[in-house]
C-alpha cells in the first residue's frame, strides 16, 4: 500500500469546496435569462380532473406559459424500467404516468400543470391562480386492504389495485417442511414507509440552443446517463446525441435521485417551447409530497426449526406498497432485490416468497438505501430472534448454528443466488468483541436496579451489491445493462483524468478513484483529476446506486489500467529497445527484465502523445476506456450488535451501545467506508426509532415536514463502533464488495431486536418500527392491563 | 415593489433592492451569489442555511432580508483566511465530518458558535446544540468528532 494508494484513509479532496461553501449544486445555477417552473399539484389523492382553467393566471405578470398534461400528450409517459412476469404468466400492469396528469389524479402532490415565469415569485403567484375542478373520489391508502373487495379502482389497466402477483421458490416442498417441524415461529410486521430526505432537494434547470437543438438539462442525479437514455428513448424529448445531462455536486440521493421524475421531463420539454432556461428547485414539502418513498410493506413471515435449532424453511408473504404508479425501479424492489436476499447468513433449506404488489393512493415507492434487501434482512433477523427467545437459545449461537460455513463457498442459496465467498461466523466474534457480549448481563443487571430496561439486539445481515451483472438482470426483468465505463486519458505532460461513468453525491469517488489510479499505474496522487457526471464528458455510464461504484466503477477503473500498461509496455519496448515479454511494470515504472534500463509511465505518455519514436503500426496516444460487466453480485455481509436501554416511565428508548462488523472485501479508503457505515447505521435508526410516511384516510400525507417527519438528529444516535472482517471478493479485480448501504440494512433489525428484547422481561411481544415513545409507552401499559 | 437593503456581508458593505418577502438566504445567494449558504427545508428545521448575523448564529431562512438591515452578516464563504481553512474546516475535512457537503456549511457555522459560547463541549453537549442542524449522510458520528477537534484546534 502507498501512502495515497488502495488502503489508505486519505482525507478527501472534494472537501475544500464543500467547507468553503464553493460547492456547485443544480440550484446554485442560473442562466441568463433563466425563468422558474412552478408546478400546480392536486390537492387531493384520489380525483377525476375534469378541467383547468389557466386564463387568469396566464394573464398574470410574468407569465410565459402554462401547460397541462393534454399540451405534452406527445411526450411518452414515465415508465417501470424493470418488468414483472406474474405468478399467471402475465406481464406486471403499469398503467401509464403521464408527467402532467390526463384526467385523474392518483394522489397528492401530483402535477396536474406547470406555469413557467420570469421569478419564482411570478411562478408561485400566477400557479396559485390556476382553477382547476376536481371531482373527488374515495382514496385506496391502506396497502393490505387495496386489493379487498368494495375498494376504489384506481386504474382501469390494473384490475383489484394490483400491479403483480410474484412468488420465488417451491411452496409445496416448503409447506410439507413446515408440517414436519419441530418447532415453528411466525410474526407479522409492517416495513414502515419512509421518505429518503436527501438533504439537497430535487432540482434541475434546464436549457435549449435553437441553434444546435441540443438540450442541456442540469439535474440532481444519480444517473445522468440513465436520465438522458429514458428522456430520449422513452419520452421522446430529444435524440441521446443532441440531449446533454450533467449532475454536478448532489447534495446526497439515497435511491431517490436514480429516477426519472415528471418536473425534468416536463422542464425539458418546455424550455423548447419557451425557448428560455427553465428552473425547478424542490421545496421540501414538495420533496415529501413528490419523492419516491421507500419500504412499506406488510409481511407475515415464519421460520421452521428443527430440535437441535437447524433453520429447516422459511415462509414469507408480503404486500408491497407501490403507490400510485410504478416508478423507474419500483417493481424490481419488493422481488429481486428482496426475496432473493431471504437466505440471510444460513443454511435455511428451502424458501417460499409471495409477493403481491398493490396501488394506492400516494407517492409512487421506489429504491431507497439498501432497497429490498433492509426489509429481506428485518424479516430474516427478527424471525431469527424471536425463534431464539422462543427456544430458549442464545441468539448469537443460534446464529452460528445455522450460518453457511467459511468452507462452504461458493454457496448456492434456495432463493437463486450465489455467495461468493465470507467469514460469517469470524464476523459475529468480532463483533461480540466489539460490543462487549461478556458484560452485558452486569450492564443489565444496573439498569434494572435504576428502574430501566436493558436489551441487546442482532442483527447477521447479507446484501447482493455491485449491481449488477447485465445477462443476469435482464433475464430476470432489467431494461438495461448494469456494466460500468471508466476512461483513463493520459495528458502529454504525464497527468491523468479518469472519466467515470459513476457518479458521487457524496461517497468521495474524487478521492478514492485517484487513489485506485495512482495505485495501478503508479502516477501521484495528486496528478490524477476524476471527471463524472456530465454527459458530454464521460463515457456512456448507468451512475451510482446499489454499492456499486467500487465493485463495478472500480473494476472498469482496473481494467482501463490494464489497458494503459498493455499499451505502454509496447511503447517502452520500443524505446528501451527490448522484447515486449521483457518489460516489467511496477510502481509507475517500465522496467527491463533484469537491467536498471527503465522509463516512467509519464515519459511513456509522452512518447505516445509526441511519438517520433514509435513503434510500427501502433496508434498514438494514451488513452483507453473499458466497459466492465460484473460476473456476479458482490455479497457484504456483517453482524451489528445494539444495546439500547428504555425507561419504562416514558417508553424513550436511548441506544448505549451500537457495534458493528462488516465484510466489505478491500477496503480502497477506510475512512470513507467508515464514514458510509455511520451514514446507514444512522438511517437505519431512523427507521426503527423517528421515521415514518404516514398517511391519512383520505391519503393525505400527514408527516409531510421536518414538523411531523421525524429525522435523525445528532441527538438521538449514538457514536457507533465499528470494524471490518474483510474478505477479499474472487470475482471483480479488486476484491471489493460495496459498503454504501450496510449500515441501513443491518440497523433496523439490530435496533428492533433490541428494544424486543428489552421489552420482553415486562411482556412485551411485539412492537412495530418506529418504535417511538409512545409505542413504546403504550405496549408497556398494554402487557401491564 | 422592491425595497433596497443595505449591510455587511463577510466584511463588505452590500446593498441589494429586493420584494419585501424575500427571505435573507435568498438575498445572499440570488443577488449577492453566496450560494454556499443552502436551503434544505422550508420549515426551518434543517439548518443548510445558518449564517451569523451580527456574531450569532442564524437560519437566514427564518429572517426577512429587510430584517438585516445595517447587519453584520458572516456566510461560510467568510471563514476561510484567503486559502488557509479555518481550523473548524479543517477539522470537517480531516475526520470525514461531511459527505454529501450540503448540509456541511450550516453545521460548521452553527459550530463556530457553539465553540465560541463553549471553547470545550462535551459529545452530549455538540449533538444537543445540533438540535437544528440535519444531516442525512454521516449519522453525525464523524460531525461530532469534527467539532470536538475543531474546538480543540481553536482552543490551540
Ligand atoms: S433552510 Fe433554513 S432551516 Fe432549513
Ligand atoms: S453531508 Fe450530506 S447532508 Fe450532511
Given at each position: 500500500?502507498?501512502?495515497?494508494?488502495?488502503?489508505?484513509?486519505?482525507?478527501?479532496?472534494?472537501?475544500?469546496?464543500?467547507?468553503?461553501?464553493?460547492?456547485?449544486?443544480?440550484?446554485?445555477?442560473?442562466?441568463?435569462?433563466?425563468?422558474?417552473?412552478?408546478?400546480?399539484?392536486?390537492?387531493?389523492?384520489?380525483?377525476?380532473?375534469?378541467?383547468?382553467?389557466?386564463?387568469?393566471?396566464?394573464?398574470?405578470?410574468g407569465v410565459r406559459a402554462i401547460f397541462v398534461g393534454e399540451d405534452m400528450a406527445e411526450v411518452g409517459p414515465l415508465i417501470c424500467g424493470w418488468a414483472i412476469t406474474d405468478v399467471n404468466g402475465e406481464p406486471f400492469r403499469a398503467p401509464p404516468h403521464p408527467a402532467l396528469a390526463i384526467g385523474k389524479v392518483n394522489y397528492a402532490g401530483e402535477a396536474v400543470a406547470v406555469v413557467i415565469a420570469d421569478t419564482l415569485e411570478q411562478a408561485k403567484d400566477a400557479a396559485a391562480a390556476v382553477e382547476v375542478d376536481y371531482g373527488l373520489l374515495d382514496a385506496v391508502v391502506d396497502p393490505a386492504q387495496a386489493t379487498a373487495g368494495g375498494q376504489p379502482q384506481i386504474h382501469e389497466a390494473a384490475p383489484g389495485n394490483l400491479s403483480f402477483e410474484w412468488a420465488l421458490g417451491d411452496k409445496a416442498a416448503v409447506d410439507a417442511v413446515f408440517d414436519g417441524a419441530a418447532h415453528v415461529t411466525s410474526l407479522e410486521f409492517a416495513n414502515n414507509r419512509l421518505v429518503p430526505n436527501a438533504m439537497e432537494p430535487r432540482a434541475c434547470v434546464a436549457e435549449y440552443d435553437a441553434g444546435s437543438g441540443e438540450h442541456t438539462l442540469h439535474i440532481a442525479s444519480q444517473n445522468p446517463h440513465v436520465h438522458r437514455l429514458v428522456m430520449s428513448a422513452f419520452h421522446g424529448l430529444a435524440p441521446e446525441h443532441k440531449l446533454r445531462v450533467v449532475a454536478p455536486d448532489v447534495g446526497g440521493g439515497f435511491g431517490s435521485k436514480i429516477f426519472i421524475y415528471a418536473e425534468e421531463v416536463v422542464l425539458t420539454w418546455a424550455a423548447s417551447r419557451v425557448r428560455r432556461p427553465i428552473k425547478w428547485t424542490a421545496e421540501r414539502s414538495e420533496s415529501f409530497l413528490t419523492d419516491a418513498h421507500g419500504r412499506d410493506h406488510v409481511t407475515t413471515a415464519e421460520l421452521a426449526l428443527d430440535s437441535d435449532g437447524k433453520f429447516l424453511a422459511m415462509r414469507v408473504d408480503t404486500t408491497a406498497n407501490m403507490g400510485a404508479y410504478l416508478s423507474t425501479f419500483a417493481s424490481a424492489v419488493p422481488t429481486y432485490l428482496y426475496a432473493t436476499l431471504l437466505a440471510g447468513q444460513y443454511t435455511t433449506g428451502g424458501i417460499y416468497c409471495n409477493v403481491k404488489a398493490v396501488f394506492t393512493n400516494t407517492v409512487p415507492v421506489d429504491a431507497y438505501r439498501g432497497a429490498g434487501r433492509p426489509e429481506a434482512a428485518y424479516v430474516v433477523e427478527r424471525l431469527v430472534e424471536a425463534a431464539a427467545a422462543e427456544t430458549g437459545r442464545d441468539p448469537a449461537d443460534l446464529?452460528?448454528?445455522?450460518?453457511?460455513?467459511?468452507?462452504?463457498?461458493?454457496?448456492?442459496?434456495?432463493?437463486?443466488?450465489?455467495?461468493?465467498?465470507?467469514?460469517?461466523?469470524?464476523?459475529?466474534?468480532?463483533a461480540l468483541d466489539l460490543a462487549g457480549y461478556g458484560g452485558f448481563q452486569a450492564r443489565k443487571a444496573e439498569s434494572?436496579?435504576?428502574?430501566?430496561?436493558?436489551?441487546?439486539?442482532?442483527?447477521?445481515?447479507?446484501?447482493?451489491?455491485?449491481?449488477?451483472?447485465?445477462?443476469?438482470a435482464g433475464s430476470l426483468g432489467a431494461g438495461v445493462g448494469l456494466w460500468e465505463s471508466a476512461n483513463i486519458r493520459f495528458n502529454p505532460t504525464g497527468n491523468v483524468q479518469l472519466f467515470t461513468g459513476c457518479h458521487s453525491h457524496g461517497q468521495g469517488h474524487e478521492t478514492a478513484y485517484a487513489q485506485i489510479v495512482a495505485d495501478k499505474l503508479g502516477v501521484p496522487y495528486e496528478q490524477v483529476e476524476v471527471i463524472h457526471g456530465d454527459s458530454s464528458k464521460?463515457?456512456?455510464?448507468?451512475?451510482?446506486?446499489?454499492?456499486?461504484?467500487?465493485?463495478?466503477?472500480?473494476?472498469?477503473?482496473?481494467?482501463?489500467?490494464?489497458?494503459?500498461?498493455?499499451?505502454?509496455?509496447?511503447?517502452?519496448?520500443?524505446?528501451?529497445?527490448?522484447?515486449?515479454?521483457?518489460?516489467?511494470?511496477?510502481g509507475g515504472n517500465f522496467t527491463v527484465k533484469g537491467t536498471d534500463k527503465a522509463m516512467n509511465i509519464a515519459e511513456v505518455a509522452f512518447t505516445a502523445y509526441v511519438p517520433h519514436n514509435y513503434p510500427e503500426g501502433l496508434e498514438p496516444g494514451l488513452d483507453e476506456t473499458a466497459f466492465y460487466d460484473p460476473l456476479n453480485f458482490s455479497f457484504p455481509a456483517g453482524t451489528h450488535i445494539c444495546e439500547v436501554e428504555v425507561d419504562p416511565e416514558t417508553g424513550?428508548?436511548?441506544?448505549?451501545?451500537?457495534?458493528a462488523v462488516d465484510d466489505f472485501g478491500v477496503l480502497i479508503n477506510p475512512l470513507i467506508v467508515e464514514g458510509q457505515v455511520h451514514g446507514g447505521i444512522g438511517q437505519g435508526v431512523g427507521q426503527a426509532m423517528l421515521e415514518h410516511a404516514v398517511y391519512d384516510g383520505a391519503g393525505q400525507l400527514v408527516s409531510g415536514s421536518y414538523m411531523d417527519y421525524t429525522m435523525p438528529r445528532a441527538d438521538d444516535v449514538p457514536s457507533y463502533d465499528v470494524g471490518f472482517n474483510g474478505v477479499p471478493s474472487p470475482l471483480n479485480p479488486l476484491g471489493v464488495k460495496g459498503c454504501g448501504e450496510a449500515g441501513a440494512i443491518a440497523a433496523p433489525a439490530a435496533v428492533m431486536n433490541a428494544v424486543h428484547d428489552a421489552l420482553r422481561d415486562v411482556g412485551v411481544g411485539h412492537i412495530e418500527m418506529p418504535a417511538t415513545p409512545l409505542r413504546v409507552w403504550q405496549a408497556i401499559q398494554d402487557a401491564a392491563a | 415593489m422592491t425595497v433596497s437593503v443595505s449591510l455587511t456581508v463577510n466584511g463588505e458593505a452590500v446593498s441589494a433592492d429586493v420584494e419585501p418577502r424575500t427571505l435573507l438566504v435568498q438575498m445572499l445567494r440570488e443577488e449577492l451569489g453566496l450560494t454556499g449558504t443552502h436551503v434544505g427545508c422550508d420549515t426551518s428545521q434543517c439548518g443548510a442555511c445558518v449564517v451569523h448575523v451580527d456574531g450569532e448564529s442564524v437560519k437566514a431562512?427564518?429572517?426577512?432580508?429587510?430584517?438585516?438591515?445595517?447587519?453584520?452578516?458572516?456566510?461560510?464563504?467568510?471563514?476561510?483566511?484567503?486559502?488557509?481553512?479555518?481550523?473548524?474546516?479543517?477539522?470537517?475535512?480531516?475526520?470525514?465530518?461531511?459527505?454529501?457537503g450540503f448540509c456541511t456549511p450550516g453545521m460548521i457555522m452553527s459550530a463556530l458558535d457553539l465553540v465560541k459560547n463553549n471553547p470545550d463541549p462535551s459529545e452530549r453537549e455538540i449533538r444537543e446544540w445540533l438540535e437544528g442542524n440535519l444531516c442525512r449522510c454521516t449519522g453525525y458520528h464523524n460531525i461530532v468528532k469534527s467539532i470536538d477537534a475543531g474546538a480543540r484546534a481553536m482552543r490551540g
Open positions: 500500500m502507498t501512502e495515497q494508494g488502495i488502503g489508505a484513509a486519505v482525507a478527501r479532496r472534494e472537501d475544500r469546496r464543500f467547507v468553503t461553501g464553493q460547492g456547485h449544486y443544480t440550484d446554485d445555477i442560473n442562466r441568463r435569462g433563466q425563468t422558474y417552473a412552478c408546478f400546480v399539484r392536486s390537492p387531493h389523492a384520489h380525483a377525476t380532473l375534469n378541467g383547468v382553467d389557466t386564463a387568469a393566471a396566464g394573464a398574470m405578470p446464529r452460528k448454528t445455522n450460518f453457511v460455513p467459511t468452507d462452504a463457498f461458493p454457496y448456492e442459496t434456495p432463493v437463486i443466488m450465489q455467495y461468493d465467498c465470507g467469514d460469517f461466523a469470524g464476523s459475529m466474534d468480532q434494572k436496579a435504576g428502574g430501566r430496561l436493558r436489551g441487546i439486539g442482532f442483527s447477521s445481515y447479507i446484501e447482493a451489491c455491485g449491481v449488477a451483472p447485465s445477462a443476469a464521460i463515457p456512456f455510464g448507468m451512475g451510482t446506486y446499489g454499492s456499486r461504484s467500487a465493485a463495478v466503477g472500480g473494476s472498469a477503473i482496473v481494467k482501463a489500467a490494464d489497458k494503459v500498461i498493455e499499451k505502454g509496455r509496447k511503447i517502452a519496448a520500443h524505446t528501451l529497445e527490448a522484447s515486449e515479454d521483457d518489460i516489467e511494470f511496477a424513550s428508548v436511548s441506544i448505549e451501545r451500537y457495534a | 431562512c427564518t429572517l426577512l432580508a429587510v430584517q438585516a438591515e445595517g447587519a453584520d452578516v458572516k456566510t461560510i464563504e467568510g471563514v476561510a483566511d484567503g486559502d488557509t481553512l479555518h481550523p473548524m474546516q479543517q477539522a470537517f475535512h480531516e475526520n470525514h465530518g461531511l459527505q454529501c
